[in-house]
């Protein structure tokens, strides 16, 4: 008997329990035995449990958001916190530990489900022997090899439903609103969901902003008679000469990108005198039903990565290659972000229709 194992870490996002229930499905439809582990890596370490999957497991499972296996972003087998003797925390190699925890358990191989930081640490694991095929997963569609990731278009239709909302309270009070969105070092969100939305201000991290810049555009918005703003902000934009802005987590000290909203709505309310409004939509951009793409793209993602396992693919990364799902090395894939095209066509498209980027 085969024995399969699952993984999903890192950030959540929509179209995760797609790609569970086309693998689990794909498996046994081999004759195979599927465990999950729960939370990333945390059960095959201990913390946390290893469950079996079956039909009946996954049945229904398709159009919900989040992954019935759990998550997190802190579960790093190769840089694992452990308290010392004298109580403080220190970090430790755990891999080996995991490496034989994954041979007790019989797995034959394990299809890793995440973004670029579980597919480093999925690589890493295969180069210590763990037949690994990786599942490319974040809403930030920031990893080059493959064409779109599940849980992108979701989220820009989160955010884009979002920002639709704002404009007729905007227009109402005749303010300004700044929407801060998510997407790391990378723009895609931002850009997708602020042209779709027609704002009037969009700052990505790819182009670099001046605030003067910015105030001219509010300033000529409010001369024409438009007595309202939309300003779509990437978490990680940045002015020119500048650094992002992060949050510090109080009780764990951890950095996150985070702020940028607050900040531009002080800065444009002091230097042009509107009243101005910051918005962050933080997670609920992770969450809700995929749409029917997403949901396809990871139904297709989870049954080539089963079709990869079976081929003995092992190292690779499912990635769409329209109109085709290929596999690629996981080295690859990890190796650069993917960036928005500052020169592209939907670049061109915004700035065609008036919409400023602040440069």
Known sequence: MFRLAISTGGGDAPGLNGVIRAIVLAAIHRGWEVHGIRKGFNGLLGEDAVVPLTADSVRGITHLGGTILGTTNRGNPFNWPVANERGEIEMRDRSDELVAAFRRHGFDAMIVIGGDGSLRIAHALFKKGVPIVGVPKTIDNDLAATD?????????????????????????????????????????????????????????????????????????????????????????????????????????????????????AGEIAEHTGVETRSLVLGHLQRGGTPTAYDRLIALRFGAAAVRMVEAGRFGTMVALHPPEVRAVPIEEAIAQIKRVPVGGDIVQTARDMGIAFGD
Do not use: C
């Open 148 to 264: 779109v990731t599940f849980g992108f278009r979701t989220a820009v239709q989160t955010a884009t439903e979002a920002i639709d909302k704002l404009h007729s309270t905007a227009e109402s009070h005749e303010r300004t609103m700044v929407v801060e969105v998510m997407g790391r070092n990378t723009g895609w969100i931002a850009l997708f969901s602020g042209v779709s939305s027609t704002a009037d201000v969009i700052l990505i991290p790819e182009i670099p902003y001046r605030l003067e810049r910015v105030f001219d555009k509010i300033r000529e918005r409010y001369s024409s008679g438009r007595n309202f703003a939309i300003v779509v902000a990437s978490e990680g934009a940045i002015p020119v000469g500048g650094e992002e802005i992060f949050q510090t987590e109080t009780h764990s000290g951890v950095k996150r990108y985070g702020g940028i909203a607050e900040h531009l």
